[in-house]
Each structure stands twice: as structure tokens, then as C-alpha cells.
């Protein structure tokens, strides 16, 4: 008898293992598929791209749409049209580069604080062009590439010139993105030690008057 | 004896099989969360991967319709001095707004990734962020950069920098990662005073030592940038 019994508990154990082994092998191939896909970025992540590449992709087609206009009025209208062309775009890139007054919808945002740093500002600003913000100044001093934004001794200078508290901050763009944004800057900071007070308004004219003066190219060349 | 061992074996039969509808409830169970993360995830995947390349495309597109104009409006200005003039005054305007590609002597600033450790940042203090390379490219213009470029992606004044967990996402381009490049054109001499200065670009020095985080800068004599390929629309800035 216990000679017949030996291979039947043999078989019984090697199905047992086997059953274990194929749950635990699937088990930890889909732990692991799950685990793979999701290296480096986490679903909520993704969520956030795709919309911010929406917003991008619409921006796209809005300058794709308006370039073919500009190729049609030019293939059309010849000297005269180009003219016009050459004209609107010289302004549009003025304002752009911060060279001309400008004015539009936006919103005013305030600042009073001590021991604020450049780099501060810096978050700030950069803030708010992530939020769609055309134009910029700060304490009536336009800001841009190309303008030194400093820490000094005594505090902050802007193309030179030290901005002194409060900070007001304009910024020229679409009033609800920009409103959204500054919303949140201002709740960031008033839970900030170094800030006593930090408001926001919209406006539906912020007038910039500030400009940046040109400078010439030294050492780049057009290719 | 044989009646028993009959009886025995069917017993172990019914066992078996009602441990095997248990083990494969419990598997089935155990698996559905699973494999629905991953198949909502890849779903995700795809969405970016599809609008990355929607992305790529119109800013193909973009740079080809500028080249366009550009040839449309140098036709033009062959046939008018008033044409000619205007169009040298919008090549420097487009030069300076990061329309054109342009060259010159400059630096090159390499940033890569260092070896995670625990820190307070989430565990991700080792990873190159939007802020170091927004910190970077504000740090050079400073120092009188006349163009920059972070992989590929010319700044223009209009640029903004975001991006989460070693995302940096530039304007309306699709996200990067390290290793990051940024190219800048200007004073070679000055650009390497300040990117060599121990006081500047702190918070990258900090994480260079504790992370091993790269921040290499090398000058260049002749670097080539490209040109801007996304929007620059102002739809709410008006002239006074």
C-alpha cells in the first residue's frame, strides 16, 4: 500500500506547486507591466500634459492659420500688399520685443513685502507668461528677454535700477488665464513669512508705458 | 477497500476543483485593477504620443509657411526701395525676436540628471526641472545673451517655462528632459564669468553637489541656433 500511495501524494504536491507557480507567475508579470508602463511619469501627470499639448496644438493652428493669410495677401497683392504685411508685423514684433507702449485687458497684481529675492520675481513672472501674459512691467519698468532682473545688496534691480516695495506687477493678456494664475500666486504668498500683503485686480485696460530700448546685435549673425 | 478509494479520489477531485474556481476568482479579482491601470494608462500614452505628433507636424509647418513669407517678401522688396526698407527692418525685428536662425561665438551648457537619494523635494532633487533651466537662460540673458536655445527650442520674449518631475515644457513644444542643452550666443568671456561664478545658479550647485546633478559649460566659437517654430500671437496687446 504505501508503495501506491508515494506517486498519487507526488502528483497531488506537483499540481499544488504548479497552481502556485502559474497564479504567482501571472500575478507578478502584471505587477510588473503596470509597474514598466509607468516609469518616470504617473497618470495624473499625463492628464496634465495632454491638456497643456491641446492648449499648444490650438496655438499652433491659430499661428498656422494665420501665417497662410499673410502668404495669401502677399501672393496676391504684390509691393503694396507686402508693405502692409511688412508694416503689421514690424508693430507686432515692436510690442513683442517691448519696444512701443502697449495697452489691453489683464491685471494688476500688488506686492508688499521685505526680503523678497530676484529669483522671486523671477517665478513671478515667469508665472504669468505661462499664463499667457503678452506684456509685462514691474514698478513702471518693462520687463523682457534681454532685461536683467538682479539681486543686489539692497535688493532687486530691474535693467538696472532697484524696484523698491511694493511690487505692482502688470501684465497684458487674456484677464480670466492671467486671473486664474495670479489668484494662486497671490494665495502662495500671503502664506509667505516675507510678504505682508499680496492682492490682485482685473482690469480691462492695463496700460504699459515702459519700453526697453533696443540694442544691436554684437556677436550674433543671421545665418 | 476499492469502494473507499473510489469514494477517496472523487473527494479529492471536488477539493481540487473548488480550490481551482477559488484561486481563479481570487486571480481574476486580483488582476481586473491591474489591467485596467494599464489599459487606461496606454490609452493616455497614446493621447500624448498622437498629440506630440500633431505638434511636431504644425511646427513643421509653421517654420516652412515663415520660409514662404520670407521668400515672398524678399520677392516684393526687389520691386521697391519703400518694400526693401521695411523688410531690413523687420529681419532685425525677427532676429531679435528669435525668428531666424542665427550664429555666432557663445557657450554651450549641458545639465544632466543625478543619482536619486532622499532629500525634501519628493525624491525628485535629482532631476533637471523647468526652474534650473528657466534659472539658467534668465542668468545669461543677464549677462547679455543675444540668442538661446534649450534643446533645440529657440526662447523668444514671450517664452515660459513649466513642467513637472523632470518635464520642462517650453512654450507650446512638446515636453523635454534631461539631458538638456542650452546653446547661447554672446560675450563668450562674460557668459563664462557668470556661469562659472560660485554665488549664481545656487540652487543648481546645491543639487550638483548633493545629487551629483551635470552642469557642464564649455565656449564655443561658432554655435548655430535655430529658429522659432511655435505662436507668437499678442491677440490682446494693443499699440498706443
Known amino acids: 500500500m504505501p508503495s501506491r500511495r508515494r506517486p498519487d501524494r507526488a502528483i497531488e504536491i506537483w499540481l499544488i506547486a504548479l497552481l502556485v507557480a502559474l497564479v504567482a507567475t501571472v500575478q507578478i508579470r502584471s505587477q510588473a507591466e503596470v509597474e514598466k508602463s509607468l516609469v518616470g511619469t504617473d497618470s495624473t501627470t499625463l492628464a496634465f500634459l495632454i491638456d497643456d499639448l491641446h492648449r499648444a496644438n490650438d496655438a499652433l493652428s491659430a499661428e498656422t492659420a494665420d501665417l497662410m493669410q499673410r502668404k495669401a495677401a502677399l501672393q496676391s497683392g504684390g509691393s503694396p500688399a507686402a508693405d502692409q504685411e511688412l508694416t503689421a508685423e514690424a508693430n507686432r514684433l515692436r510690442a513683442i520685443e517691448g519696444l512701443v507702449p502697449v495697452h489691453g485687458p489683464g491685471i494688476v497684481m500688488v506686492v508688499e513685502a521685505s526680503g523678497l529675492q530676484a529669483l522671486d520675481l523671477q517665478d513671478a513672472l515667469n508665472n504669468l507668461a505661462v499664463a499667457g501674459a503678452e506684456a509685462i512691467a514691474i514698478n513702471d519698468h518693462r520687463v523682457g528677454m534681454g532685461v536683467a532682473i538682479v539681486q543686489v545688496s539692497g535688493g532687486v534691480t530691474v535693467d538696472g535700477e532697484q524696484i523698491m516695495p511694493p511690487w505692482t506687477i502688470s501684465a497684458i493678456g487674456d484677464a480670466n488665464r492671467l486671473a486664474e494664475a495670479a489668484d494662486l500666486m497671490t494665495q502662495q504668498m500671503r502664506a509667505d513669512r516675507r510678504v505682508r500683503q499680496a492682492s490682485y485686480r482685473v482690469e480691462a485696460v492695463v496700460d504699459i508705458r515702459a519700453v526697453i530700448t533696443a540694442r544691436p546685435f554684437v556677436y550674433a549673425n543671421s545665418s | ?240
Do not use: C, W
Open chain 2, 1 to 240: 477497500m476499492a469502494r473507499n478509494r473510489i469514494l477517496g479520489v472523487v473527494g479529492l477531485a471536488a477539493v481540487a476543483l473548488a480550490t481551482g474556481f477559488l484561486l481563479a476568482g481570487q486571480v481574476k479579482a486580483q488582476l481586473l485593477t491591474p489591467s485596467n491601470e494599464v489599459g487606461r494608462y496606454q490609452a493616455l500614452v497614446r493621447s500624448v504620443q498622437d498629440l506630440e505628433k500633431t505638434n511636431e507636424a504644425s511646427r513643421a509647418k509653421i517654420a516652412a509657411l515663415r520660409a514662404e513669407i520670407d521668400a515672398l517678401e524678399g520677392a516684393a522688396a526687389q520691386q521697391s526701395a519703400t518694400t526693401r526698407e521695411l523688410q531690413n527692418q523687420v529681419a532685425d525685428l525677427r532676429a531679435h525676436a528669435g525668428l531666424t536662425a542665427v550664429h555666432g561665438p557663445g557657450v554651450e551648457i549641458d545639465l544632466g540628471n543625478g543619482t536619486p537619494a532622499p532629500d525634501q523635494a519628493g525624491g525628485i532633487g535629482y532631476l533637471i526641472n523647468y526652474q534650473d533651466v528657466q534659472d539658467v537662460v534668465n542668468l545669461v540673458f543677464a549677462r547679455g545673451a543675444e540668442g538661446v536655445s534649450v534643446s533645440g527650442r529657440r526662447i523668444t520674449p514671450l517664452s515660459a517655462f513649466s513642467g513637472s518631475a523632470g518635464q520642462v515644457v517650453i512654450d507650446q513644444g512638446p515636453p523635454l528632459t534631461a539631458p538638456i542643452k542650452v546653446l547661447v550666443i554672446g560675450d563668450r568671456n562674460r557668459l563664462l564669468a557668470a556661469l562659472d561664478d560660485p554665488a549664481s545658479l545656487l540652487d543648481l550647485r546645491t543639487r550638483q553637489v548633493r545629487f551629483q546633478i551635470a552642469l557642464t559649460v564649455a565656449g564655443i566659437p561658432d554655435l548655430k541656433l535655430p529658429a522659432y517654430d511655435s505662436s507668437l500671437q499678442i491677440p490682446h496687446v494693443s499699440t498706443s
